[in-house]
């Protein structure tokens, strides 16, 4: 039986589809049916009947999946690969390859993407910042690889701002490094000296809040002769974030090989310096340094490879334009639900969201239990981004209160949905609104 995304891609059309979403919606609001609403409804059913029991995880293990209401986060389930992606992984598993030729083989045609001198295949973003920390610790010098996360030597110092602090800096000091936070350009100046291995930095800072931006944080590194890493791993869309920070002359840049680029959540790019790439690639898997037990299979590598060449031959104006029909879709179905507002966010290259907003006196939720009890309760699930207030708060970036107001805030992303899935994310959210959540 064919799946679910190569149903939709034979049998329905962008623009058929569309017509659908406004036949739904016409008879939810007591108008008469538009042509082929039966077998519309017929289809939704069918996506419907499969993501609540006909699917491989609750065959096999008796939990639930949940619709894309949210982008390519790991927590919810990272990104839905291509049907190419899937199919070259397939086809990478019926041979055997060496790991190392296949390594810099791969690493050779990203480089050419994101446009670096080098790059290697990573587990993950998380893999390619413990990789790229650990070349600026130890260069080739295989006496200080064997020696890590122990660094021996003074040379071992990470600047980091504090306001670029996050979940993720743990991978930086598992590879051994010693983390100095500052704050400003004045105290970033001040703590670069003969111990400094390394200025790590996030996609963020501007004067106004005086977080050095990454191209301040590489104009120093350069003038001091210090390596720079940016960590871009959840930085796409807009597609220009593939290749900006190699462009600007960071000397590492981390990617993940999931989220936008939709290959195996399980890769990332570690790009950059053709010396600092070489040590990454040594303490990588094959090899049996710290990179080893964070290994990417043949499958996975080919699978990104393809994915990466197929994100750099994209229309993604195309595709922007198909999440934002998606998403004034779903806030269209919403418009009429007491306490709640939702509006389509997002212009220029960003991906549109739905924001919804609600009266707490109406609706006496905070934007955690909404997204709980989204995620988790009933047969019916919708998962859903961190709320705004918490992405703030892991950003470093907290806001006065503790999200608790009279107005609760949520977002509705639409880039992981396929076609149909948007009827069903609208259905399920009126539903939760109107009758379930009055009642939590």
Not at 10 to 37: K, Y
Not at 63 to 83: S, V, Y
Not at 157 to 166: D, L, M, P, S
Not at 362 to 384: D, F, K
Request: proline share 6%; net charge positive; glycine share 12%.
């Amino acid at each position: 039986m064919p799946r679910p995304s190569e149903m939709t891609r034979t049998r329905w059309s962008r623009r058929r589809f569309l017509g659908v979403g406004a036949g739904l919606a016409s008879t939810a609001a007591g108008q008469s049916r538009q042509p082929g609403d039966t077998d519309a409804e017929a289809m939704v059913a069918d996506l419907e009947r499969r993501l609540e029991g006909d699917n491989v995880y609750t065959r096999l293990l008796g939990i639930r999946p949940h619709l894309p209401g949210h982008g390519t986060g790991t927590r919810l389930g990272g990104c839905r690969m291509p049907a190419e992606v899937v199919s070259a992984m397939q086809e990478a598993n019926d041979y055997f390859v060496q790991m190392d030729e296949l390594q810099v083989a791969a690493g050779r045609r990203a480089a050419e993407v994101v446009k670096a001198e080098a790059a290697v295949i990573t587990s993950g973003g998380t893999g390619a910042l413990l990789l790229g920390a650990a070349a600026c610790l130890t260069g080739t010098d295989m006496e200080k690889m064997r020696a890590l996360p122990h660094p021996t030597w003074a040379r071992r110092e990470c600047i980091i701002q504090k306001a670029h602090r996050y979940m993720y800096d743990r991978a930086l000091r598992s590879a051994g490094v010693t983390f100095v936070e500052v704050e400003g350009r004045e105290q970033l100046m001040n703590a670069l000296g003969e111990s400094t291995a390394l200025l790590f930095g996030l996609p963020r800072g501007s004067a106004a809040t005086g977080v050095v931006p990454p191209e301040g944080l590489i104009e120093i590194g350069r003038r001091a002769g210090v390596p720079v890493m940016i960590d871009g791993a959840s930085r796409l869309p807009p597609e220009g974030n593939l290749t900006v920070f190699n462009e600007l002359g960071a000397d590492l840049v981390a990617l993940s090989g999931g989220k936008g680029l939709r290959g195996p959540q399980s890769t990332g790019i570690l790009s950059g310096r053709a010396d600092l790439i070489a040590a990454a690639r040594l303490q990588a898997a094959p090899n049996d340094q710290i990179g080893r037990g964070m290994k990417v299979g043949k499958e996975e590598i080919i699978g990104l490879i393809v994915a990466l060449n197929r994100y750099a031959a994209l229309d993604h104006a195309t595709v922007r334009r198909a999440w934002r029909a998606k998403a004034d879709y779903v806030a269209a179905q919403l418009q009429d639900v007491p306490g709640l507002v939702a509006v389509v966010r997002g212009s220029g290259e960003a991906a549109p969201f739905v924001e919804l907003t609600w009266d707490r006196r109406v609706i006496p939720l905070s934007e955690l239990e909404v997204r709980n009890a989204l995620e988790r309760r009933g047969r019916r699930r919708v998962g859903i981004p961190m709320a705004p207030v918490e992405m703030r708060a892991l950003a470093g970036r907290p806001e006065p209160g503790d999200g608790s107001g009279p107005v609760g805030v949520n977002h509705i992303q639409t880039r992981s949905m396929r076609d149909g899935e948007e009827v069903l994310v609208a259905r399920y959210l009126r539903t939760f609104f109107t009758e379930e959540a009055p009642a939590l």
